[in-house]
């Protein structure tokens, strides 16, 4: 007599494949991104250096606060 568990077992791979399967799926996801912030990077330049440089600051602020 097989339980529902056990017969679950059967028809799904195993976790560590579901694991290395999502990895995958996210290190695609992530290249894909960095390939975009490249590309726009690229085209404007001057624009993403100050949004570098407003990010910056506001995490320095909001570091600041907490050290308080």
């Known amino acids: 007599m097989i339980t529902?568990?056990?017969?679950?077992?059967?028809r799904s791979?195993?976790?560590s494949e579901q694991v290395q399967a999502r990895i995958?799926?996210?290190r695609s996801s992530v290249t894909d991104l960095e390939e975009h912030a490249r590309t726009?990077?690229?085209r404007r330049p001057i624009v993403?250096?100050?949004?570098?440089?407003g990010v910056g600051y506001l995490v320095a602020?909001?570091?600041s606060r907490a050290m308080r």
């Open 24 to 26: 995958t799926q996210v």
């Open 40 to 42: 726009l990077i690229r």
């Open 61 to 63: 602020r909001l570091v």
């Open 4 to 10: 529902d568990q056990m017969a679950e077992e059967r």
């Open 13 to 15: 791979p195993p976790r």
């Open 48 to 53: 993403a250096v100050l949004a570098a440089v």
